[in-house]
């Protein structure tokens, strides 16, 4: 149980153009998911935490132009990164929690996505 | 706001020995939640153990266990007959309700089984 899905998981593209990532909760529903940035060899800096129905709550720093965040289902968040940079080049996580689940307050995670952008 | 500290940045330990890893944490919170992830060379984090604060009795999950220590604002993970497949990063995260169950991260600690 507690399955989350991260697609793709790794994508290169171009600077300027856009990039989806979806994360889906497979045998759950999540009311939350968080998106996390983890650079090599560091901890997980989250970025945002969205609701399902209501919009991301974004953390400081994080342009929330720039990384859209869209909660549409309790199963399935996506984040694009707009407009694309090298800089934006990273390893982006998804992570769900659940009501109704057994375990509210626990996390889990995606496999992880691996953007390059040249 | 919370603070996660793990003091070990690296550790190795012997195949089939017993290793812990390190985690202190800062809160003015009473409800809460711990927890110990480990990630992998494939990067995908995994939930290792999980303790409520308002629980007395240490958790366990197999080969793993932790020592809250609540007064201490201590939580260390135990790893008991180490195999290959536990080297990995270990994340020590505290979460709570206030917060909406965001996570606070440590650093994390590198553990390598060393055959």
């Known amino acids: 149980g507690a399955v989350v899905s991260q697609h793709p998981s790794r994508v290169i593209c171009k600077s300027g153009t856009s990039v989806k990532i979806e994360c889906r909760s497979l045998d759950f529903q999540a009311t939350t998911m968080f998106w996390y940035r983890q650079f090599p060899k560091q901890s997980l800096m989250l970025m945002a935490t969205?609701?399902?129905?209501?919009?991301?709550?974004?953390e400081q720093g994080v342009e929330k132009d720039k990384f859209l965040i869209n909660h549409a289902s309790l199963t399935l968040s996506t984040l694009t990164v707009t407009s694309a940079h090298p800089e934006d080049s990273s390893f982006y996580i998804c992570?769900?929690?659940?009501?109704?689940?057994?375990?509210?307050?626990?996390?889990?995670f995606g496999p992880g996505t691996r953007l390059l952008v040249l | 706001a919370q603070t996660v500290t793990q003091s070990q940045p690296e550790m190795s330990v012997q195949e089939a020995e017993t290793v812990t890893l390190s985690c202190t944490y800062d809160t003015s919170e009473s409800n809460y939640y711990l927890f110990w992830y480990k990630q992998p060379p494939s990067r995908q984090m995994i939930l290792v153990i999980r303790q409520e604060a308002y629980k007395q009795q240490n958790a366990t999950e197999n080969r793993f266990s932790v020592n809250f220590q609540k007064a201490a604002k201590s939580f260390s993970l135990k790893i008991s007959d180490s195999q290959l497949g536990d080297t990995a990063m270990y994340f020590c995260?505290?979460?709570?309700?206030?917060?909406?169950?965001?996570?606070?991260f440590g650093k994390g600690t590198k553990l390598s089984v060393i055959p």
């Open positions: 995260a505290f979460g709570s309700g206030a917060g909406s169950y965001q996570l606070t």
């Open positions: 969205s609701n399902e129905g209501s919009k991301a709550t974004y």
């Open positions: 992570s769900a929690g659940g009501v109704g689940f057994q375990y509210q307050e626990t996390q889990y």
